[in-house]
C-alpha cells in the first residue's frame, strides 16, 4: 500500500483540510522560510548575529523536513506527532531567541506569523489523527 493511500485510510477530524491544500500551503510557507531564514543563517555567518540564535531554526528545518519521512515513510503517526511538537517547539523558541537578540530582525517573526498558525493547526491536526487512529 502506498503512502497516499495509507494516509486516505486514517480516520482524520471532520475539519481536517483536504490533502490538495498542504502543497500550496507549503509552497507559499517554504518561500517566506527561504527568504527569512536565509537572512538568519547569513547574519549569523558572517557575525552580525550571535550563531546560537541561528541554532533553533536550523532544528526547526531538520524537525520540519523529517516529519513528511516520518508520517509517510514510515507512517508512524506517534513518532510524527512527537516531531511535529518539536517543530512547534523549535518554531517559538526561535522566534523568542530572535526577538531578543536583534530588534533589526524582529521582521523574521512577523512574517513568519503564517508558519506558526499553519503548524500549530497541523500540530492539532497531527495530534488528533494520531489519538483516532491508536
Known amino acids: 500500500m502506498n503512502a497516499y493511500n495509507w494516509y486516505s485510510q486514517l480516520i482524520k477530524p471532520t475539519w481536517a483540510p483536504p490533502s490538495w491544500l498542504f502543497g500550496p500551503v507549503w509552497t507559499v510557507l517554504y518561500a517566506i522560510i527561504a527568504v527569512s531564514f536565509g537572512t538568519v543563517f547569513y547574519k549569523a555567518f ?3 548575529l550571535a550563531r546560537i540564535v541561528a541554532l533553533p531554526f536550523v532544528l526547526n528545518l531538520i524537525l520540519n523536513f523529517a516529519f513528511t519521512p516520518i508520517q509517510f515513510g ?3 503517526n506517534l513518532l510524527a506527532a512527537i516531531d511535529i ?3 512547534l517547539g523549535t518554531l517559538i523558541w526561535a522566534f523568542v531567541a530572535l526577538w531578543h537578540a536583534s530588534p533589526k530582525l524582529r521582521w523574521v517573526v512577523y512574517v513568519n506569523i503564517p508558519y506558526l498558525l499553519w503548524v500549530s493547526f497541523a500540530t492539532v491536526l497531527q495530534l488528533t ?5 491508536i
Open 85 to 87: 511538537l518539536l517543530v
Open 129 to 133: 489523527i494520531t489519538y483516532l487512529n
Open 74 to 76: 514510515l507512517k508512524n
Open 46 to 48: 558572517t557575525g552580525k
